[in-house]
């Protein structure tokens, strides 16, 4: 079965525990998984299963990171990464080749949660934020084997709500996603107020003009929930200043809609 899916929308924070603290309050979930293999890039997370995708924030261990320079560029916490997951990451690959899209990692790991494939699109070569498409042992199903969230990220999973789009603020959002659009075969189509969007199989990619002086990134993604209204209010007992569905987390826009 074919499929370009949304699976995961990385975060990066300076302070891990606040991160995770405010998440935990507004999903109402555990972390499932924390990945020691992150640690060679001089990081650690954490990873929350939300109905076959994932959430994870990404922290700075150490100076000279590139998480780290990250965050001082974006002048502090943010969107990191869009991750996508598909069937055909050979063909992808010779087409990224084509397209002079550089990937600053090409990775293929096992462990005792499966199998992955991905590759890290360079931001240079894509704009809006870090691109990566990937490949899973559990093929189409969303339910199956996702090596990043290890083993037994089922057991903590919140089915009653998923990630369902990202929007990257962009200094130019038409080229931005034309680029994207390029990248990933699907067309695009434009919005009011100089937005445009991408649709994957579950979700989109939305590029939206610069709102502040944080320059182009991630900046907030949306959360389909069966009962958006309980999120909010666990939003705000968990201190998160927000209103309207829409709250301030990690240096990113929450947007909680109906699912």
Known sequence: MSYLRLRQICLVASDLDKATEQLSGLLGANVCFRDEGVEKYGLHNVLF???????????????????GRYIER???????????????????????????????????????????????????????CLLSVDRHSGGDDMMGEYLWAGPSWRDEMRGDMALSGATMQCDDPQATASRWADLLQRPMMELDGGAWEIAMDNAYARFVPLADDRGEGLSGIELACADPADAAKRAHAAGIAGKDGLFDVCGVKVRLSPR
């Open 74 to 128: 974006r002048k502090g916490d943010g969107g990191y990464m869009y991750i996508i997951d598909c069937h055909d990451l050979e063909a992808r690959r010779e087409h990224f080749k084509a397209l002079k899209a550089r990937a600053v990692e090409d990775i293929e790991r096992s462990g005792e949660g499966g199998r992955s494939e991905a590759i890290h699109l360079h931001p240079k070569d894509t704009g809006g």
């Open 49 to 67: 299963a939300l109905g076959g995708t994932f959430l994870e924030v990404v922290s700075p261990l150490k100076e000279g990171t590139a998480a």
